[in-house]
T-cell receptor
Framework: GQNIDQPTEMTATEGAIVQINCTYQTSGFNGLFWYQQHAGEAPTFLSYNVLDGLEEKGRFSSFLSRSKGYSYLLLKELQMKDSASYLCAVRVLYGQNFVFGPGTRLSVLP | EPEVTQTPSHQVTQMGQEVILRCVPISNHLYFYWYRQILGQKVEFLVSFYNNEISEKSEIFDDQFSVERPDGSNFTLKIRSTKLEDSAMYFC???????????FGPGTRLLVL
């Protein structure tokens, strides 16, 4: 089976840094993707890791440790518009589809 | 910037009726997908499609579901006889190649009464 875990909710303050964790146990692994989803809207792509280490894209960074089955998304200089759900998705080896985690709902407070 | 489009944005139907959800993937993409998201739940994979045939499908994608690429641009999901539990947001996605980043459309919110 496939299992992906994320914290359900997080709260942070405008201007701060927040780290959203994702752990996974899947039958294979061929990459981990982070998406942002505002309520009632489509997931939008943020970041992608297939090798261990840190990928940085502006205010967003994502880290992967394949041996630990662990990833995190780091958001810096938080803005109110960053209030959204953040979805961790694993591409399982030999498969093309993504297995999504339950998402973490982030609230950014003034 | 190219994007995936979906129509309609909302669909209300009676239980037992057939619905067709439409998607136009990004033009140079070769792989197409349907996902659904029941309100308050996680995004779930339904089916992937490549070279005019299904390449992978989930347990959710039973005989009531079918997909088609009727022409060079549209990609459709048909639900033959809708059930109450089919009420969800349905997202179409596409990727340039297998396993690459998938780009999602805005979704169709389906409500089955």
């Amino acid at each position: 089976g496939q299992n992906i875990d994320q914290p359900t909710e997080m709260t942070a303050t405008e201007g701060a840094i927040v780290q959203i964790n994702c752990t996974y146990q899947t039958s294979g692994f061929n990459g981990l993707f982070w998406y942002q989803q505002h309520a009632g809207e489509a997931p939008t792509f943020l970041s992608y890791n297939v090798l261990d280490g840190l990928e940085e894209k502006g205010r967003f960074s994502s880290f992967l440790s394949r041996s630990k089955g662990y990833s995190y998304l780091l958001l810096k200089e938080l803005q109110m518009k960053d209030s959204a759900s953040y979805l961790c998705a694993v591409r399982v080896l030999y498969g093309q589809n993504f297995v999504f985690g339950p998402g973490t709902r982030l609230s950014v407070l003034p | 910037e190219p994007e995936v489009t979906q129509t309609p944005s909302h669909q209300v139907t009676q239980m037992g009726q057939e619905v067709i959800l439409r998607c136009v993937p990004i033009s140079n993409h070769l792989y197409f997908y349907w996902y659904r998201q029941i309100l308050g739940q996680k995004v779930e994979f339904l089916v992937s499609f490549y070279n005019n045939e299904i390449s992978e499908k989930s347990e959710i994608f039973d005989d009531q579901f079918s997909v088609e690429r009727p022409d060079g641009s549209n990609f459709t999901l048909k639900i033959r006889s809708t059930k109450l539990e089919d009420s969800a947001m349905y997202f179409c996605a596409s990727s340039e190649n297998a396993g690459e980043t998938q780009y999602f459309g805005p979704g169709t919110r389906l409500l089955v009464l």
